[in-house]
């Protein structure tokens, strides 16, 4: 895990609840300038809301972790111990650095194919 890193409490988090109501973290390593390749709606001012993965980071993470893929209608919503701020999620992401990432899964009938 790379330093500088803190775990938080994220709002809405229940370990208990099916995988669709959690929020599971991804790590992605910015350091190089990479792009994430997720576009991203922000209108809740809380969360970064993912309308299409493209190529970047975030699809090779997928390709790597199938098993917590990213996907299209899941929120970002919290960004290297930001929460609740888009404003800040969007500037953590911004930076040339190592990236934990909270990721909200939407409700699976909700899921579309990206």
Not at 28 to 50: F, M
Request: charged share 30%.
């Amino acid at each position: 895990q790379p330093e500088g890193l803190r775990v938080c409490h994220v709002p809405g988090y229940d370990a208990d609840a099916p995988l669709h109501h959690k929020v599971f973290f991804i790590t992605l390593d910015k350091r190089e300038g990479a792009r994430l390749g997720i576009d991203v709606d922000h209108q809740d001012g809380i969360s970064l809301l993912i309308d299409q993965v493209n190529p970047g980071l975030v699809d090779d993470w997928n390709h790597q972790h199938p098993d917590k893929a990213v996907m299209r209608l899941d929120r970002v919503v919290e960004v290297n111990g930001c929460f609740g701020d888009v404003q800040e999620l969007v500037d953590e992401c911004k930076k040339n650095q190592f990236l934990k990432m909270g990721i909200k899964r939407c409700s699976p009938d909700r899921q579309q194919a990206p």
